[in-house]
């Protein structure tokens, strides 16, 4: 394989060394799970077993076929999964951190001023649950070996039909040389004689990309540790050169200067560029099957289509991993700092051309589970005593086979059935669950959606109102439904409210819909039990008359003062006097100031923009609106919010509810039909449409060694190990960090597997199950060459956002910086080839990890510019912890497609192609996006200017080479 890092391909075509990396990050330790082994290598289904249902009917029909000698044959397009180029460096080690939660000592003033010594950085990365820099001090330098590096190989995976070559569950270790690399800058060259890491890289100096040196000198003995400082001794640092903008100030000189010939400025054409990343994936794996039967391989970038043949493990789509290859020690972890991660989106959109989950029905007696960890039958068992029972791949317990389910194993120890039943050959699948998994041991009834209009003066005079009447009036018809069922089981109701609120009896018996009125909104009621919640194809006439009427009772409204706690309260109290769950759809327009229970006040003081209060502005309002949430969960009542404001809202509280239940919010500041109304209805109607399950509760168990610690999104945690949701849909997506609590195998690799109990639209109870199986590795070349930069900046993108709430915003950016700088630095001195200070080494996985983190550090949430609607903030904060990874690499760095033109409807080629590209880029997103025509020196070039991310930021914030120019600095210093 090409070792020659970002002047080479990247390794996407082979089979990786798995996860790895770090806790770190900003949170708690909780959880506590279990993990294990990785089982046979699935094959294609030969016959559907009894007991399991089929796909739909639109889906490819059977089971996945065996792959062929080529993973990657047929010629089919997906929206996928992400790999990339670079790999972050291990850092050196440091005193002992102080313990978690303190506050930082001696931070940094800003990033333009000289960064504080290793130990207030290991202090301040500790206020921040971020592991320190590293536990021990640094080692005397190893004597070079004499061997050269061996190319990177990994065992190819056995024939399907013959069993591995080693123990079921395990893989042989890859014999692993360094991972490929990419180095920019130009500093003074190491003495001579230095001893260090050899390995490939790609190096930005001031002559432009500059190949590392090579093994003449400065070999490494394949799979041996480095010890010591990278280099040896070092002189001090030296000025990079003023950078022209960056954080408050700009990035300044440090202190003492190294020796050494003049600085050289980084080289702008040998800087990595993702444009170029991302095509290059294209064009390599764009259009292949993604078979997943080889543990630890890293999927193609999320900008990739592809298509995935679901062989054992879940798909990239379910689950994204911050590294596939996981460092088999604590110490390790602590060493590289790169976080250890999952992103799972449970409920992810399977494309047409993909074969949809299977369900497994195992009649009364339930899925099957291990004794102890109570895992999920899955690939990773092991049948073992004749088929009569079988080890867990997660905890080891050895369980009985219970006699309905057993089956003889062949001459290879593999059950006879193994590619009959999706739950021993898939990585993803479904149970029916039994009244065991249901509250109250009843089976549950239908969801239900209830929409609730704000009838305020606002809302009246825009029009919105009507345009709501009409469309639901269409929408309705559309409302999700079970395959096959001719109509939804959703029942729906409505509620129009301002300071009181109007329950609508809209039973189908009726002529005319009846109005309830409730005024008393301090102990909300629900005035009317039947004919509230109602089957709207049954009810049709009714609830068109009465949507046709709303419009017209208000027209004459002066009333401008809104409730809105009391809204939500009267939704969940519908859904439990119908003992269902569901969600509510609000269309509200300002704080809610009448009085009643969550009254709120405008707290939008600007004055505390970069102070130590900043976070308050952040953080919601408790009290009321912090038992709404609870309430809602328990009753699995989700909450979306589609807002209106013209003004300061409180969107920091008002979104909490939302966001804690797993629902959406959407926001149209300054709202006006013809302008804005288009983009508002494509966000309800994908919103009522899309698929969701309710009243969920995930679980994530993983194998011994390590464990699932903490929990970012749009969930409610009520203690620390069950993720709740009142509702899940296919756009939110769950970030779960993991820990080592002993010591991981590099033969038995790590599992770990997520299970979410939910009720379907039609009310059937089901479990849905994702198992991933990941590599295990002892050398941190492994672990970088396996890392996912845009799952990386999800799991940093949302910390952040968690972080934010207690910490100052300063501190969040520049314990951000730091852990960029202690990735990269532990990479160079551990993994990359010997070569002169001056270069910037870049994991090749990681390339383009610089250029997302500097636009994370200038997104609207994390900058501290009093410019900025606090609104805004608080609303992208939002958004970010429900995101999975295809939207946090879209908002950091946005696709632009120059056109320098009008888009009027015309009967031509052009006109078709172009409406053609912005319907599917629109179709891609979890939000409709309004089309903006931003003409040079308009007023709107301001918003277009702000999605060049690698240029200043409009509002603070470094440009890219500047940004590079910082973090090269700070390696520097690491390094010395």
Do not use: W
């Given at each position: 394989m090409s070792q020659q890092g970002y002047v080479a391909t990247p390794p996407y075509s082979q089979a990786q060394a798995g996860m790895g990396g770090c806790s770190t990050g900003f949170?708690?330790?909780?959880?506590?799970?279990?993990?294990?082994?990785?089982?046979s290598l699935p094959q294609a289904y030969s016959a559907l077993p009894t007991g399991m249902l089929k796909p739909p009917a639109s889906s490819p029909s059977g089971m996945p076929q065996p792959p062929v000698s080529s993973h990657y044959g047929a010629n089919i397009h997906q929206n996928g999964a992400h790999a990339h180029g670079f790999t972050p460096p291990p850092v050196a080690s440091a005193p002992s951190m102080s313990p978690y939660g303190q506050p930082p000592q001696s931070a940094y003033n800003s990033m333009a001023q000289a960064p504080p010594p290793t130990q207030q950085l290991t202090n301040q990365m500790s206020s921040m649950n971020i592991a320190g820099y590293g536990q021990r001090p640094m080692q005397a330098p190893q004597s070079p070996s004499s061997s050269a590096p061996l190319p990177f190989q990994t065992s190819p995976p056995p024939a399907m039909g013959h069993p591995p070559l080693s123990p079921p569950g395990q893989q042989p270790p890859s014999l692993g040389s360094p991972p490929p690399l990419a180095s920019v800058g130009s500093l003074p060259a190491?003495?001579?004689?230095?001893?260090?890491?050899?390995?490939?890289?790609?190096?930005?100096?001031?002559?432009?990309?500059?190949?590392?040196l090579g093994s003449q000198g400065y070999p490494q003995q394949p799979g041996s540790p480095i010890a010591g400082p990278y280099g040896g001794q070092m002189a001090g640092p030296q000025m990079m050169g003023p950078p022209t903008g960056a954080f408050p100030g700009g990035f300044h000189g440090g202190p003492a200067q190294m020796a050494g010939p003049p600085q050289k400025k980084l080289d702008p054409d040998s800087i990595p560029g993702t444009t170029q990343v991302i095509e290059d994936d294209q064009a390599k794996r764009g259009g292949q099957v993604y078979v997943t039967n080889i543990r630890g391989q890293v999927p193609p970038l999320v900008t990739t289509d592809f298509t995935v043949q679901d062989q054992g493990n879940a798909s990239p789509r379910f689950m994204r991993c911050t590294t596939y290859s996981f460092p088999c020690t604590a110490d390790l972890a602590k060493q590289c700092k790169v976080p250890l991660a999952a992103i799972i989106k449970p409920f992810a959109t399977v494309p047409k051309n993909e074969t949809p989950l299977y369900v497994v029905n195992h009649g009364e007696a339930g899925p099957i589970r291990c004794n102890r960890c109570k895992a999920y039958m899955c690939p990773y068992m092991q049948f073992i005593d004749g088929g009569r029972r079988y080890q867990c791949g997660f905890c080891s317990c050895v369980n009985e086979v219970p006699v309905q389910y057993f089956q003889h194993l062949d001459h290879m120890g593999r059950r006879m059935d193994l590619y009959e039943r999706p739950e021993l050959s898939l990585g993803s699948y479904e149970f029916v669950a039994t009244l065991d998994y249901c509250k109250n041991n009843k089976p549950p009834n239908p969801p239900a959606y209830v929409f609730m209009i704000d009838v305020s003066y606002n809302n009246i005079k825009s029009g919105l109102v009507k345009l709501i009447c009409e469309e639901l009036k269409i929408l309705l018809d559309r409302l999700p439904k079970e395959e096959g069922a001719e109509s939804s089981a959703i029942k729906v109701g409505f509620v129009t409210y301002n300071k009181i609120l109007h329950f609508y009896n809209v039973k189908s018996a009726l002529a005319q819909p009846q109005m309830m009125m409730v005024s008393d909104v301090a102990e909300m009621f629900l005035p009317l039990l039947d004919g509230f919640l109602v089957n709207f194809q049954e009810?049709?006439?009714?609830?068109?008359?009465?949507?046709?009427q709303i419009p017209d009772m208000f027209a004459d409204t002066n009333e401008s003062e809104t409730v809105f706690a009391p809204v939500i309260q009267a939704g969940v109290e519908a859904l439990k006097a119908a003992e269902c769950s569901g969600k509510l759809f609000l269309f509200h327009s300002s704080m809610p100031t009448a009085e009643a229970p969550g009254k709120l006040k405008n707290r939008d003081d600007r004055k505390l923009v970069g102070t130590e209060k900043e976070k308050t502005l952040f953080q919601p309002q408790r009290g009321v609106y912090e038992q709404l949430?609870?309430?809602?969960?328990?009753?699995?009542?989700?909450?979306?919010?589609?807002?209106?404001?013209?003004?300061?809202?409180?969107?920091?509280?008002?979104?909490?509810?939302?966001?804690r239940t797993g629902g959406s919010i959407y926001k149209y500041s300054n709202f006006q039909v013809d302008v804005d109304g288009q983009h508002f209805l494509n966000d309800l109607r994908r919103d009522v449409e899309q698929f969701i399950g309710f009243d969920a509760i995930m679980r994530v168990r993983t194998g011994t060694g390590f464990r699932a610690t903490d929990f970012f999104g749009a969930v409610y945690m009520n203690n620390t190990t069950d993720v709740e949701m009142a509702a899940v849909d296919c756009d939110k997506a769950v970030t779960v960090e993991f820990k080592h609590d002993d010591t991981l195998s590099e033969e038995a690799g790590a599992v770990m597997q997520c299970a979410l109990l939910y009720t379907t639209i039609s009310g059937q109870r089901r479990l849905r199950i994702h198992n991933l199986s990941l590599n295990c590795?002892?050398?941190?070349?492994?672990?970088?060459?396996?890392?996912?930069?845009?799952?990386?900046?999800?799991?940093?993108?949302?910390?952040?956002?968690?972080?934010?709430?207690?910490?100052p915003l300063k501190a969040v950016r520049e314990i951000l910086v730091n852990q960029t700088a202690h990735m990269l630095a532990c990479y160079r001195k551990n993994c990359a080839s010997p070569s002169v200070a001056s270069q910037l080494i870049l994991p090749d996985a990681m390339k383009v990890f610089p250029v997302y983190m500097n636009s994370l550090l200038k997104a609207p949430a994390l900058v501290g510019s009093a410019e900025l609607s606090t609104d805004d903030r608080a609303f992208q904060r939002l958004m970010v912890m429900a995101m999975g990874v295809e939207e946090t690499q879209v908002l950091l760095y946005p696709r632009l497609i120059p056109l320098q033109m009008s888009l009027p409807v015309l009967d031509?080629?052009?006109?078709?192609?172009?409406?053609?590209?912005?319907?599917s880029i629109s179709q891609q997103r979890a939000k409709s996006m309004k089309l903006l025509i931003v003409k040079q020196k308009?007023?709107?070039?301001i918003f277009f200017r702000q999605h060049l991310v690698e240029d200043k930021g409009l509002h603070g914030g470094a440009s890219y080479m500047d940004f590079l120019c910082y973090v090269h600095r700070e390696i520097r210093q690491l390094l010395t």
């Open positions: 949170g708690n330790p909780p959880p506590q799970s279990h993990y294990g082994v990785y089982g190491p003495p001579m004689g230095m001893s260090g890491p050899s390995g490939p890289g790609t190096s930005l100096g001031g002559g432009g990309l500059q190949q590392p009810s049709r006439a009714v609830i068109n008359n009465l949507l046709d949430a609870k309430d809602c969960v328990v009753q699995g009542c989700c909450v979306d919010l589609f807002l209106f404001p013209n003004q300061y809202v409180d969107i920091a509280t008002m979104g909490d509810v939302p966001s590795c002892s050398q941190l070349s492994e672990l970088y060459k396996s890392c996912e930069t845009d799952a990386l900046i999800n799991f940093f993108a949302k910390s952040a956002c968690q972080a934010m709430l207690n910490q031509n080629a052009h006109s078709r192609k172009l409406h053609s590209i912005i319907s308009d007023r709107a070039e």
